[in-house]
């Protein structure tokens, strides 16, 4: 039995925007699932429609082995969910709010003050635990937000772009959590716009753009499905030199992939290292100066870029040609 | 057994809120025990001669109870709140019984109510209103208070959920004002010219205001008492089904 399955599960909103157009799901369990697309790609409508709040207009999903629309309820009782923005209420403390959670969970008070206390230490916010959820940062936001998740032991943990806006060290925070809950055997399914966070924490990554999933496969699969190197060129000068390096360096042996990314160009290559000379030369004969040129094998980001025609918005570290 | 078990804790949860902003409490037990103030200090003196109404002290003393009512009821607000800071669509991931996020906030605009009401008419009966129909109708009022307060709450609670907007959730308190004194808040209705009246007799609040008035004017008037309770069904019966149909057709 899958962990999540859907096959072509679609929402269209009103009146014809497809914000997720039909796709096909199968997560083993134990996995960690990296759902990678910018902003607007239908990630979130996906995962709403996933945990059940949101109906999907066409095809289904079974989560847990639960159908989303038929059985909403049976599928609530056995995922934990994080959703984008960490949805709290900041009026009350973050012990008050995990207890309240443990409570409608079906424990009982002094149960829920037990299950309180132990995920507050987990995310390491027992000395935050009795001030009010108004005052924490950002960071421990998120931790309660994932604590919360956590307070029925769930089987499957959605965590919708867990991180996005977190300072590194945060970040780092919630990655050693979740590589620890899926060690304990926890399914997640991760969406998120940073390459780096697919890669480190997902065994396997869909790539979102447009509603669809146009590439999916481990990272190492996806990267090496590139088949060559990767030269990205910086010239020198005036706006369109890049366009007019690009038209030069499809005159390359063997005609190589070029593409033009903001200043620079981007060549997919077999044996870079080879290519560079040639490369070089091929643009200084033409007059282009170059400022900058870099070797590396393929990265997320350049099977995102492949497969979608551009470049993933947002980074953690903000620091991608 | 859920949806009470559950609707309690949410209650609580919302109870706690009103307790860490008691500004908010203060404001509104301050404004109608203000206007209860002024309009018996101006009017009093004439009420007798005016429209025969001696004690005008109790004659106001429900229009004070059914302005803190409404100012009590948060709910609306509450739930817009949850929403646009994504915090309901996390309660409503829990198992809980979907109404029990919507009764919970209900009730703790009724506790709410009880409490500002008790308070009201404490200080009604210090300031001379007196209470013809004695403890035990004291507590009637507290029972009215409760009912009309959960009727009455429902109109923001559908609102809020239905858009999720706040400026939706304020309509309901410019609802509120015209129906208060469409109603013979300052006078009895029989002084009223006729479109007025009409108005007043058509407006459930009319009867819910004379069925109070007359535990604290007159002793036990049971066919007003029925005609009060009947106009906070037909209330309830309004805003219950706006809110079932708010939440189906919720927009997500």
Do not use: C
């Amino acid at each position: 039995m899958y962990a999540i399955q859907a096959e072509q599960l679609a929402r269209t909103f009103k009146p014809d925007i497809h914000a997720v157009a039909g796709i096909d799901l199968a997560i083993e369990p134990g996995k960690v699932f990296g759902f990678l697309g910018q902003n607007g790609s239908g990630k979130t409508t996906t995962v709403r429609m996933l945990t059940t709040l949101l109906r999907p207009t066409g095809g289904w999903a079974r989560v847990a082995g639960f159908d989303v629309t038929s059985n909403g309820g049976a599928v609530r009782q056995r995922i934990g969910v994080a959703l984008q923005e960490a949805g709290l209420d900041e009026v009350q403390t973050g012990r008050e709010l995990l207890t309240l959670h443990a409570q409608l969970f079906g424990m009982g008070r002094r149960q829920a003050r037990e299950r309180a206390e132990e995920l507050l230490a987990i995310v390491d916010l027992t000395e935050a635990a009795d001030r009010r959820v108004a005052g924490y940062s950002g960071g421990m936001q998120r931790r309660l937000d994932l604590a919360a998740a956590l307070v029925h032991h769930p089987e499957i943990l959605f965590l919708d772009e867990p991180t996005t806006g977190l300072d590194p060290i945060s970040r780092e925070a919630i990655w050693r959590y979740v590589a620890d809950l899926n060690r304990q055997g926890v399914t997640v399914f991760l969406t998120t716009q940073y390459l780096e966070e697919a890669d480190r924490l997902a065994g396997e990554v869909a790539i979102m753009d447009a509603g669809t999933i146009v590439a999916q496969g481990s990272p190492e699969e996806l990267k090496a499905s590139i088949g060559t190197d990767v030269v990205t060129v910086r010239p020198a000068g005036h706006d369109g030199v890049a366009l007019k390096a690009a038209e030069t360096l499809r005159r390359l042996e063997g005609s190589p992939e070029v593409r033009v990314v903001g200043d620079s160009v981007v060549v997919y290559i077999p044996e870079g290292a080879r290519a560079i000379a040639p490369i070089v030369l091929l643009l200084t004969e033409s007059g282009i100066e170059i400022t900058d040129i870099t070797l590396a094998r393929p990265t997320l980001d350049d099977v995102f870029l492949r497969k979608t025609g551009h470049h993933i918005e947002a980074t953690p570290t903000g620091a991608h040609a | 057994m859920r949806l009470f078990r559950d609707s309690g804790i949410l209650m609580l949860r919302s109870l706690r809120e009103s307790m860490r902003q008691p500004a908010i409490e203060i404001g509104n037990l301050f404004i109608p025990l203000f206007f209860f103030a002024v309009t018996v200090g101006a009017i009093s003196s004439i009420s007798e001669q005016a429209f025969g109404v001696s004690n005008f002290t109790g004659f106001q003393l429900p229009v004070a109870m059914l302005q803190a009512i409404a100012g009590s009821a948060v709910a609306g607000a509450g739930i817009v709140n949850d929403i646009q800071k994504g915090y309901f669509d996390k309660l409503a991931l829990t198992p809980t019984p979907r109404p029990a996020l919507v009764l919970g906030r209900m009730l703790a605009d009724a506790v709410r109510a009880v409490v500002l009401v008790g308070v009201i008419i404490a200080v009604g009966i210090l300031t001379g209103a007196g209470m013809e129909s004695g403890p035990l109708g004291a507590l009637l009022l507290l029972v009215i208070a409760a009912a009309f307060s959960l009727s009455y709450t429902g109109f923001a609670v559908s609102l809020a959920l239905k858009t999720g907007s706040n400026q939706a959730v304020q309509l309901s308190f410019l609802l509120f004002f015209p129906l208060l004194f469409l109603a013979p808040a300052f006078a009895p209705k029989e002084v009223f010219s006729g479109w007025l009246e009409f108005l007043a007799t058509i407006n459930p609040v009319t009867y819910i205001l004379e069925g109070s008035r007359s535990l604290v004017l007159n002793g036990w008037e049971p066919d007003r008492l029925l005609k009060a309770f009947a106009a906070i069904a037909g209330i309830a019966a309004v805003t219950i089904s706006m809110t079932v149909w708010a939440y189906r057709t919720r927009k997500v």
